[in-house]
């Protein structure tokens, strides 16, 4: 009875070893994973935190070129603003001309027989005027209407101002038309702006010849010759002088003008002339001085039209000391 009773202990011993290793195994597979668990979140916690860096970098730098093109595309729009400001003016500066040319096509066959003004100043001698200078009908002159063209050169001096050019240019080309046509032939033509700039600079200094060619050459291009100009004829007055007076040829200055601006006066000007071209010992100038004056400034408000009676009493001066002539329009309008 004994012997039984110690094999029951001994199984029963073994049994509770099993469980407790069990238990045992259990914990410690708990106590594994939970040292194991932070580890793992850290490491998320580390790479989430470099994302977000990464895309507020992003963002930092999409927010700052949406500036610049925000920027880029307002200075667009003002800029196509402007371009539609100034390409509505031009169409309304256009509607203008086209306007204007319409009115001047209109007046053009109603003012034929003022276009030719001076035409006849130039080319008809009244019988007062025959009777005045004591010469017969029939009788050889130098003059035509009352201007000499016994000159062997031409010089012209044109104003190539805004007001000459926008009012009274097709008016000038044919008055320096008519001009030349007195003149049959010469030996060489200059053609100078008020300021003294040549129309064909090949020639400064220099004579054109004169030929039908060469003639045509200058009325193409001075329709649409417009070199800076300072509203005033003397540059270029004194230049062609200095240039080209020689006592031994005869010479003819035009001058085509409207007005002369403030700053030199009157008398200066003529005393300089009066240096640079002497008179020979009968008392005829080497240059014959002639202008025309164009009468578009008098259209003007008075406050404008100083400029062009200070041209005109210039122009007056110099042509009754120079041997020449001065005509004053009045009108500048076909």
């Given at each position: 009875?004994?012997?039984?009773?110690?094999?029951?202990?001994?199984?029963?011993?073994?049994?509770?070893?099993?469980?407790?290793?069990?238990?045992?195994?259990?914990?410690?597979?708990?106590?594994?994973?939970?040292?194991?668990?932070?580890?793992?979140?850290?490491?998320?916690?580390?790479?989430?935190?470099?994302?977000?860096?990464?895309?507020?970098?992003?963002?930092?730098?999409?927010?700052?070129?949406?500036?610049?093109?925000?920027?880029?595309?307002?200075?667009?729009?003002?800029?196509?603003?402007?371009?539609?400001?100034?390409?509505?003016?031009?169409?309304?500066?256009?509607?203008?001309?086209?306007?204007?040319?319409?009115?001047?096509?209109?007046?053009?066959?109603?003012?034929?027989?003022?276009?030719?003004?001076?035409?006849?100043?130039?080319?008809?001698?009244?019988?007062?005027?025959?009777?005045?200078?004591?010469?017969?009908?029939?009788?050889?002159?130098?003059?035509?209407?009352?201007?000499?063209?016994?000159?062997?050169?031409?010089?012209?001096?044109?104003?190539?101002?805004?007001?000459?050019?926008?009012?009274?240019?097709?008016?000038?080309i044919d008055q320096l038309?008519?001009?030349?046509?007195?003149?049959?032939?010469?030996?060489?033509?200059?053609?100078?702006?008020?300021?003294?700039?040549?129309?064909?600079?090949q020639y400064r200094g220099?004579?054109?010849?004169?030929?039908?060619?060469?003639?045509?050459?200058?009325?193409?291009?001075?329709?649409?010759?417009?070199?800076?100009?300072?509203?005033?004829?003397?540059?270029?007055?004194?230049?062609?002088?200095?240039?080209?007076?020689?006592?031994?040829?005869?010479?003819?200055?035009?001058?085509?003008?409207?007005?002369?601006?403030?700053?030199?006066?009157?008398?200066?000007?003529?005393?300089?002339?009066?240096?640079?071209?002497?008179?020979?010992?009968?008392?005829?100038?080497?240059?014959?001085?002639?202008?025309?004056?164009?009468?578009?400034?008098?259209?003007?408000?008075?406050?404008?039209?100083?400029?062009?009676?200070?041209?005109?009493?210039?122009?007056?001066?110099?042509?009754?000391?120079?041997?020449?002539?001065?005509?004053?329009?009045?009108?500048?309008?076909?």
């Amino acid at each position: 009875m004994k012997q039984k009773r110690r094999d029951a202990e001994v199984f029963s011993i073994a049994f509770l070893d099993v469980i407790t290793c069990g238990f045992g195994a259990i914990i410690l597979i708990l106590m594994i994973a939970k040292t194991g668990t932070p580890v793992i979140l850290e490491a998320a916690d580390q790479h989430l935190g470099g994302t977000i860096r990464d895309l507020q970098e992003k963002l930092f730098q999409i927010r700052g070129e949406s500036t610049i093109l925000n920027r880029d595309l307002t200075s667009r729009q003002e800029q196509l603003s402007n371009w539609d400001e100034r390409i509505a003016r031009l169409n309304s500066d256009l509607a203008g001309l086209y306007e204007q040319l319409a009115r001047l096509q209109e007046e053009k066959s109603v003012t034929s027989a003022v276009a030719g003004e001076l035409e006849v100043a130039l080319q008809q001698m009244t019988a007062e005027m025959q009777r005045l200078l004591g010469q017969r009908s029939e009788q050889k002159t130098d003059f035509v209407g009352g201007i000499p063209v016994d000159s062997e050169y031409i010089i012209f001096i044109i104003d190539t101002s805004g007001s000459m050019f926008q009012y009274a240019w097709e008016k000038m080309i044919d008055q320096l038309i008519t001009t030349l046509d007195v003149y049959p032939t010469v030996k060489g033509i200059q053609i100078m702006s008020d300021e003294g700039e040549y129309m064909f600079p090949q020639y400064r200094g220099k004579w054109m010849p004169d030929t039908p060619g060469r003639r045509q050459v200058i009325i193409n291009r001075i329709r649409t010759w417009n070199p800076f100009s300072n509203s005033s004829p003397v540059e270029g007055i004194t230049q062609a002088i200095k240039t080209y007076y020689n006592p031994g040829i005869k010479i003819s200055l035009y001058v085509y003008g409207d007005d002369f601006m403030a700053g030199r006066s009157i008398k200066e000007v003529l005393d300089t002339v009066d240096r640079l071209n002497p008179k020979d010992a009968e008392g005829n100038p080497g240059v014959r001085i002639h202008a025309v004056g164009f009468p578009q400034l008098f259209e003007s408000p008075i406050q404008y039209q100083g400029t062009v009676i200070r041209f005109s009493h210039l122009m007056r001066e110099l042509a009754q000391r120079n041997g020449g002539t001065f005509v004053g329009l009045n009108e500048f309008r076909y």
